[in-house]
């Protein structure tokens, strides 16, 4: 079944939840190490925090992570959680693989953080996440890959734009028998079976465009 991202009107909460009947991330990465480069690193092993800065990749196994700057924090039990951050022009960004699938969630903002013992990861102003060929774009994007579901919101930090602003959620909902549009031709045997009642054609549906 291809993935597909569901819209429900949540009552009294200022957003939208996207409930994703998508693949889990790649269950691997769990165990993999984290390999980051960078121009500049500084390291405080007291606090175990480090911070990267300067055309920095962060790779852990499928996962892979590109900003201006990264701030790495690592709890006693051994969990890091990244906080990237680009520049105007250059947003950070963030790609990792479906588990059992050769396909992979990305996603942008102008700040990236991703929590590796929540499986949790958030994007903040001008985020844009793309599953499968589904994309949605907000203020603020929240995908969790053990719940599998998306929190987007209109307005900054999980809250609702103020009445009068032009900001909105917007979602590109791919239907599910998009690659199911051409008709096998029947087989010989097919051909001289008795006929069957006919039913009408059933077009291709019509391909939206994200704005």
């Known amino acids: 079944m291809k993935p597909f991202l ?5 009552a009294g909460i200022a957003g939208i939840m996207l409930a994703a009947t998508v693949a889990r991330a ?3 990465d769990r165990d993999k190490p984290v390999n980051i480069e960078a121009d500049r690193v500084s390291v405080d092993d007291v ?12 790779v852990k196994g499928t996962l892979i992570i590109r900003a201006e700057r990264i701030v790495v924090t690592q709890d006693d039990d051994g969990y890091q959680r990244g906080v ?3 520049t105007p022009s250059v947003l950070p960004r963030f790609r990792q693989k479906r588990e059992g699938q050769d396909e ?9 953080e991703h929590d590796a013992k929540a499986e ?14 589904d994309e949605v774009r907000g203020q603020f994007i929240s995908y969790d890959a053990k719940s599998e579901k998306y929190f987007v919101t209109s307005g900054p930090n999980g ?25 096998t031709p029947p087989s010989r045997a097919a051909a001289v079976a008795p006929p069957l009642k006919g039913a009408p054609a059933i077009a291709n549906p019509r391909q939206e465009t994200a704005q």
């Open 104 to 112: 992979y969630i990305e996603g942008e903002g102008e700040r990236i």
């Open 47 to 58: 606090k175990q925090v480090q911070v990267f800065e300067g055309n920095v990749q962060l």
């Open 26 to 28: 790649e269950k691997a």
């Open 6 to 10: 569901r819209l429900a009107t949540i």
């Open 120 to 133: 949790k990861t958030e994007f903040f102003n001008r985020a844009w996440v793309k599953s499968g060929l």
């Open 84 to 86: 990237a951050t680009g």
């Open 159 to 183: 809250t609702r734009a103020q009445p009068g602003s032009s900001e909105r959620v917007r979602a590109v909902i791919q239907p599910k028998n998009k690659d199911a549009g051409a008709v």
